[in-house]
C-alpha cells in the first residue's frame, strides 16, 4: 500500500498495476522522447557547422565556376586582341614596306637627277673653264699691250691719273676736288683737294718711276743694282723736289702735298729698301701714298670735310636757334599782353552782370509797385562803375 498526497494506492490490485505500468510506459516513451529530441537536438547543433562548411564550399565551387567563365572569358578576349594585334602589325609592316619602297625608289630617282644635274654643272663648268683659257689667252694679250702703254712716259702718267681719278671719286664727294686744277703759279695739279684751314688745299699729283724699277727688278750683277737703285733714287727725289716747288705755295695751298705712286710694288720697294727717300719726301712735306694708302688717306680727308661741314651747319643751327628763341620771346609778350586783355575783359563783364542784377530787381520792384521799399533801400542810390562801360 503505497500513500500518496490523501490518496492510498494498493500496488496487488491488478487495475492498479496496470496503470502504473501504462504510466511507466507513457513515462519512458516521454523519457525516450525527451532523450531522441535532445539527441536530435544535439545532432543538429553537430550538424550546423558541416552546413557551413558546405554552404562555403558550394559558394567556393560556385566562385570557381564564375572565375572560370571569367577565365574563359579573358581568354577570348586576349585570342582577340592578339588577333587584332596581329593583323595591326602585319598592317603597319606592309605600310612600312610600302613607305620604304616608295623611299627608295624617289631616292633612286633623285639620285639619277643629282647625276644627271651633276653631269650638266661639270658640262658647265667645262664651258667655263674653256671661256676662261681663252680670256686668259685674251689677256696675255692685254698685258703685253698694257705693257706698250707703260713703256711710254705719257700714257703711263695718263694710267696713273686715271687710276688717281677712279680712287678720288670712290672716296670724296664731288665737290671736295677738283682735277687737273690750275693753280696761281700756271702750274696744274692732277687733282686739288679743298680741305678747310687748317691745313688748307693739298695737291695730289702722280708719278710713276716705272723705268728705274725695272731696272732694278732685272738687275742681275751687283754693279747693275747699283746702278739701278741709283737712277730710282735720282728719279723719285726729282719727283719729290718737283712736287713741293709747284704744288706747295704759301698761302694758297696747305704747306704739304702728295705723290701718288700707282704701283703698289714701287711703293713697297721704296719703303722696304729706301728708307732715306720717303724721309727726304718728309722733309719736303711731301707724302708718298699707294693705292691702298692713298684711299685711306681720302678716308681721312672726307672725315675732315665731313666735320667741317658739320661746324657749318652748327653755325647755321645755333643762328636758326637764336631767331627760334626771339620769336618765343616775342610770342611770351604777346601771350601776356593777351591775357591781360582777357583779365581786364572778364572784370568788365563781372561788374556787367552786377549792373545786370541790380536793373533787374529794380524792374522786379517797380512790377510790384513796392514805392516805399524802393525809397527806403539802399541800393535805390546810383553808385557810379569804377570804369565806364561800353
Known sequence: MITIGDTAIDLNDPATMLALAGMAALLLVLLLLILSLRATARAARMAEPL??????????VKGLGDGQERLAGGLHHVSEAQAKSQT???????????????QMTENLHGSARRTAQSLG?????????????????????????????????????????IQLTDIVGKALPKDSYTLQATLSNSRRADCLIHLPNPPGPICIDSKFPLEAYEQLRRAET??????????????????????AERYIIDGETADGALMFLPSEAVYAELHANFPEIVRDGFAAR????????CMATLNTMRAILKDARMQEQAGAIRRELGLLY????RLGSRVENLDRHFGQASKDIAEIKISADKAGRRARRLDNF???????????????????VN
Open 51 to 60: 552546413a557551413a562548411q558546405i554552404g562555403q564550399l558550394g559558394q567556393t
Open 88 to 102: 595591326a602589325m602585319l598592317q603597319l609592316m606592309e605600310q612600312r614596306l610600302a613607305q620604304v619602297q616608295s
Open 121 to 161: 654643272d661639270l658640262q658647265q663648268r667645262l664651258e667655263s673653264i674653256d671661256k676662261a683659257q681663252a680670256n686668259i689667252t685674251k689677256l696675255s694679250g692685254d698685258v703685253l699691250s698694257l705693257q706698250d702703254i707703260l713703256s711710254n712716259k705719257q700714257t703711263r702718267g695718263a694710267f696713273g691719273e
Open 222 to 243: 751687283q754693279d747693275q743694282l747699283n746702278r739701278a737703285a741709283q737712277a730710282l733714287r735720282l728719279a723719285v727725289r726729282k719727283h719729290i723736289k718737283d712736287i
Open 286 to 293: 711731301v707724302w708718298i701714298v699707294s693705292p691702298t694708302t
Open 326 to 329: 626771339a620769336d618765343v620771346d
Open 370 to 388: 513796392d514805392f516805399e521799399e524802393l525809397e527806403a533801400s539802399d541800393e535805390s542810390r546810383v553808385v557810379p562803375l569804377s570804369k565806364p
